[in-house]
């Protein structure tokens, strides 16, 4: 089992700022891939931004130029520097990873509690 735990949410104004950091425990043998979702207030979980063990990122369209994802892969932590917030930018925003146990297990995921973020003045 892998456990993650988010931190770093809050309140903060439009045109702020926020460092969201995630850190995986657990029985861990091999991490791939980190990221992040998020969850708005009545809308479905979207992607924002995922990193693999190779540093490989990809983003929702919606944040490109706004959030920065990175790794310490050392650390099994993953963040998300978001600038530039925006009112619509308010959501809980859930940690992601997958997982094996050993090289031919089978492929796990992992989702945290959620971390929420409100961009308002």
């Known amino acids: 089992q892998v456990q993650l735990v988010e931190s770093g949410g809050g309140l903060v104004q439009p045109g702020g700022s926020l460092r969201l950091s995630c850190v995986a425990s657990g029985n861990i043998f091999r991490i791939y891939t980190m990221g992040w979702y998020r969850q708005a207030p009545g809308k479905q979980r979207e992607l924002v931004a995922l990193?693999?063990?190779?540093?490989?990122?990809s983003y929702t369209d919606s944040v490109k130029g706004q959030f920065t994802i990175s790794r310490d892969n050392a650390k099994n932590t993953v963040y998300l520097q978001k600038n530039s917030l925006k009112p619509e930018d308010t959501a809980v925003y859930y940690c992601y990873c997958n997982h094996k146990r050993w090289v031919k297990a089978t492929m796990r995921h992992y989702w945290g509690q959620g971390t929420q973020v409100i961009v308002s003045s």
């Open positions: 990193i693999t063990s190779d540093s490989s990122i």
